[in-house]
């Protein structure tokens, strides 16, 4: 069966759809620890910069502000009208950028850059234009051709004509959050926008010059029907962007306020979820689009699928990336960033932030240093992730280990993965079989020393 074929076999769907990581990280976040500080970052900067070939650099920022709450979110934000609050964090983020770059060597060339939020689009064309400036200030850009600076951007929030000048500030990839066109639902969530609004900022998006835009999906859903979802998926096909993200929605009202604002009755079954998302992969693949892996779809000419055939596909809390492995540094509040073998991530509120930055502290509230048995498992669960196939010999000339002896128990959990021909296991390796790219993360699961679902909340893994 060809690796593009994803089938999609509903029991055994439902056998594995499980609470488990998205493996982002490895560790995953909730094992990070306040005893890793602003020295512990500094050394592991340091030490980065000593190898004979230090990797490029990747920069995430975090823009908190929304104008609006969108019931279904998770992520860390902040409503707010009040634009005077984006003008002061910018001011901030360009002292914390100015603290980053004194610890990096300035030939290291910076290839990635993503901004994220809440809506990044919250800061004006000219204040992303200023924060733009500020890192080209201070960080060596790569050339247009090599570099991928991305944001994400709310259709609600913009028109054609910023997209246009999005691009003009450099930015070469977008990100739309569209979730679902069907008026119930958005009502239902608090995010009403039309399908003409988001067709024209993609077709802005191609005639500025962008080399990738992608659109973001929830299934899951309150009002969600197989029909109504059936119309958004056509509605986006028709679109055609160059990528798609479409996530399964985790209710947790008991740890994010504004999922209690949508009524229980209004939530569907779990069985609905696994035929949207049996939908979802029908629909798409037979409009030509390709299975990245975890959520992500492409079509064929994009540089995802390119990264998924040569072996170079990434992973990291962006989700799947192009570019190779590189140094990723946090800027803002609750961002997170890895360089070297430690993950940091700073403070979670606006107060502390500018607390620290007014001490002319870095503002990194907690992390974890790799020991090299986190090094070994993490390079063991990316391959997985990232190519669905794992050689033992990579693994043991790059750590001296026995595979199989090392491995033991983790090959034991997946012999049951094998007799349900999920996965093919022999002496030279582990490989993802096409009825078990959905199960990547029950994969993965089986190399993670750190797992506990019983103190951990993790959403499912279909």
């Known amino acids: ?197 988001v067709r024209g900022l993609v077709e802005a998006a191609r005639e500025a010059g962008f080399a990738s835009v992608s659109v973001d999906l929830i299934y899951g859903l309150p009002l969600q029907t197989r029909e109504s979802f059936a119309r958004t998926l056509e509605q986006v096909i028709d679109i055609r962007p160059d990528r798609i993200a479409s996530y399964s929605y985790a209710h947790l009202p008991h740890l994010f306020k504004a999922q209690r604002l949508i009524r229980d009755q209004d939530m569907p079954p779990p069985s609905r979820k696994l035929e949207l998302l049996e939908l979802t992969i029908e629909r798409l693949t037979s409009a030509g689009y390709i299975y990245i892996g975890m959520d992500h779809f492409a079509q064929p000419d994009d540089d995802l699928c390119q990264a998924r055939r040569d072996g170079s596909l990434q992973r990291n809390f962006q989700g799947y990336s192009t570019q190779a492995e590189c140094d990723m540094v946090g800027l803002g509040v609750t961002s997170i960033g890895r360089v070297g073998n430690a993950w940091s991530q700073n403070v979670k509120t606006t107060a502390e932030y500018m607390a620290c930055l007014d001490a002319g502290r870095l503002p990194i509230l907690r992390g974890y240093r790799l020991s090299a048995e986190d090094v070994l498992r993490a390079e063991v669960i990316t391959a997985l992730m990232c190519h669905g196939r794992l050689r033992f010999r990579d693994i043991e000339q790059h750590h001296r280990i026995d595979f199989a002896d090392h491995f033991s128990e983790s090959l034991e959990q997946l012999r049951e993965m094998v007799v349900d021909g999920l996965i093919e296991i022999n002496e030279a390796e582990i490989r993802v079989q096409p009825a078990g790219r959905l199960m990547l993360r029950n994969v993965a699961m089986a190399f993670d020393a750190y797992l506990n679902p019983g103190t951990v909340r993790y959403s499912r893994t279909v």
């Open 1 to 197: 069966m060809s690796a593009d074929i994803l089938p999609f076999e509903r029991c055994l769907v439902e056998k594995y759809d499980r609470p488990g990581p998205r493996y982002t990280s490895y560790p995953t976040a909730p094992h990070f620890h306040e005893d890793f500080g602003v020295a512990d970052y500094r050394q592991a900067v340091l030490v980065s910069q000593q190898v004979a070939q230090p990797r490029p650099l990747s920069i995430y920022v975090h823009v908190p502000f929304c104008e609006s709450l969108c019931y279904y979110c998770g992520c860390s934000k902040i409503i707010t009208h009040n634009r005077q609050r984006a003008a002061e964090y910018l001011d901030y983020l360009k002292r914390e950028i100015v603290l980053q770059a004194e610890l990096f060597n300035q030939a290291r060339v910076l290839t990635q850059l993503h901004l994220g939020g809440g809506t990044p689009t919250f800061l004006s064309n000219r204040q992303l234009g200023e924060l733009i400036d500020c890192l080209a200030q201070h960080f060596q850009f790569a050339s247009e051709a090599q570099r991928e600076f991305s944001l994400e951007v709310d259709p609600r929030t913009v028109t054609p004509a910023q997209i246009h000048e999005l691009r003009r500030l450099g930015f070469n990839r977008l990100s739309l959050g569209v979730q679902d066109f069907d008026p119930a639902v958005q009502e239902a969530v608090n995010r009403v926008q039309s399908e003409a609004e």
